[in-house]
């Protein structure tokens, strides 16, 4: 990201701009869908990597100097775990929305029809097995529902992230123009030592 940029916004309305263009693509994802709809996986790109990027640069330069190796390492852990949770925030809710979505289909017996219900591979899987309107009854079915529980993953995220754009703006404070870099403790020691 420019230099410029990052001296004309500033990280705290750089961060809270990414987050709200985040949300508001993840907003058309979930409305339009994901189908031909170009500019909000790029929002969602450009959005995300604001946040990383001057994210990172106001954690590290909130560090004094002697302490940068351990920010850098809570940065990256905090960036890792945050989506790894992410990701699996979003795969339970797709998945509990697309099995509470799918309509029973006409013709499933026995155990098919939990195991459509349990994923759209499995579903898909189960109507490539099934002859007739059955099948095809499954398959549209289970489109459709995945459709949805990809909706609903995506609005309960963009649900969330105005309020960490509010944050954001509340909390983000840019760092103080001239502001001398923090001194070892140890250093005076060390000085008088050698002395």
């Not at 840019?174 to 502001?179: D, E, L, R, S, T």
Request: proline share 7%.
């Amino acid at each position: 990201m420019p230099r410029a940029f990052r001296r004309a916004v500033g990280n705290r309305w750089g961060v809270t701009a990414g987050v709200t263009a985040l949300a508001l693509a993840l907003i058309a994802l979930s409305v339009f869908g994901a189908a031909g709809n170009v500019p909000a996986p790029v929002a969602v790109g450009l959005g995300a990597g604001t946040v990383m990027t001057l994210g990172a640069d106001s954690m590290m330069s909130a560090a004094p100097p002697e302490r940068a190796a351990e920010a850098g390492a809570v940065q990256e852990v905090g960036f890792s775990l945050g989506a790894g949770l992410g990701v699996a925030a979003m795969g339970i809710v797709t998945t509990v929305a697309y099995g509470a979505s799918l309509k029973p289909v006409s013709g499933l017996t026995g155990s098919q029809p939990g195991t459509a219900s349990g994923s759209l591979s499995a579903a898909m899987d189960l109507a490539g097995r099934l002859a007739g309107s059955t099948g095809e009854a499954l398959r549209s079915g289970a489109q459709h529902a995945f459709d949805t529980g990809f909706s609903v993953s995506t609005a309960t995220v963009a649900a969330v992230l105005p309020i960490l754009a509010a944050l954001a703006a509340a909390l983000l404070r840019p760092a103080k123009p001239g502001a001398a870099p923090a001194t070892p403790q140890h250093a005076p020691a060390e000085r008088e030592s050698t002395a």
